[in-house]
């Protein structure tokens, strides 16, 4: 009751009417009036001074004012957050990458919300683009990090990152190691080794062969290490993208822009997820991601 007391109080005071303050807070005058007076004999002290149809405050109906709106909007904050923690689903996000993701900031975002929101379990899996997708469509991710293959879908918010610059990591003693750059023609003549599942093989390489341009034969590694090793055995060459902060290169490789018509070859990075199945936890992580990668 008191609380509830306290805002009748308050739109009193800020309405300069008990009128108004009635109409605000949806009851009759005559209730409002007795309830400002049922919490002035609770606290056993005059709060308004009521002189005909005029009143003033009294200095402990001053404090008592400035008192009550910073303990309200300190009450409105809490039932605002526990609404928020009680409605999200099970306190947990679910995050999706690209295997063949190899840059800083992920893990960065990861650490910092981990950090803001503890009370948030995070769950984290890899998969190739179809595999990502598919898990975003059936539940088994909140949001994912992946490349564009596809027009935007208003089913979908498409959170933009950033477009990324496209690389080349060879090994040093391929004779293309000796150059700035590197065309997609000049890396037709090497195998292209990409990160897939044995069950997304034929996907990725008619993805890599037939909308983005790479030639020649192809060769599979299930993770990014296993392909930076086949890499620096001279296998072949494995293609990349710049999402923020790529870790050096190691040794016996070399990392070399990949060219085309003159300009470096660039891929478009977003975040994706169900718009219905949005929330306060998702976009904040998208956010918190967002700013990592611009810095």
Not at 51 to 59: A, D, G
Not at 236 to 245: K, M, Q, S
Request: hydrophobic share 35%; glycine share 6%.
């Amino acid at each position: 009751m008191l609380f509830r007391q306290m805002k009748y109080f308050i739109s009193v005071v800020e309405c300069n009417s008990f009128t108004e303050a009635a109409e605000q807070c949806y009851i009759s005058q005559s209730a409002i009036s007795q309830q400002i007076r049922s919490l002035e004999k609770e606290l056993g002290v005059e709060l308004i001074h009521r002189e005909n149809r005029r009143f003033t405050l009294t200095p402990a109906g001053e404090y008592f004012y400035e008192q009550s709106k910073g303990i309200l909007n300190e009450v409105e904050d809490i039932l605002r957050e526990t609404f928020r923690i009680g409605k999200d689903k099970e306190m947990e996000l679910k995050i999706g990458y690209l295997r063949c993701y190899s840059g800083q900031e992920l893990h960065q975002a990861v650490a910092e919300f981990s950090r803001l929101y503890p009370e948030v379990s995070i769950h984290i899996v890899n998969g190739t683009h179809e595999e990502l997708y598919d898990l975003l469509r059936f539940g088994g991710a909140d949001l994912v990090l992946t490349d564009q293959r596809r027009a935007f879908s208003d089913k979908y918010a498409n959170f933009q990152l950033l477009k990324c610059s496209c690389y080349a990591e060879l090994s040093v003693r391929s004779p293309l190691a000796e150059q700035e750059s590197v065309t997609m023609e000049e890396l037709k003549r090497q195998a292209c080794i990409l990160i897939s599942s044995r069950e997304q093989q034929n996907i990725e390489e008619d993805y890599y062969k037939n909308t983005l341009g790479f030639g020649g034969r192809f060769l599979f590694a299930e993770n990014l290490e296993e392909g930076r090793l086949m890499v620096a055995g001279n296998r072949g060459f494995l293609p990349v993208e710049r999402v923020g902060t790529l870790p050096p290169c190691g040794t016996g490789v070399k990392r070399l822009p990949v060219m085309e018509q003159g300009q470096q070859l660039k891929r478009n990075y977003c975040l994706f997820w169900v718009k219905e199945n949005a929330s306060y936890y998702i976009e904040e992580f998208a956010e918190i991601l967002r700013k990592l990668l611009k810095e």
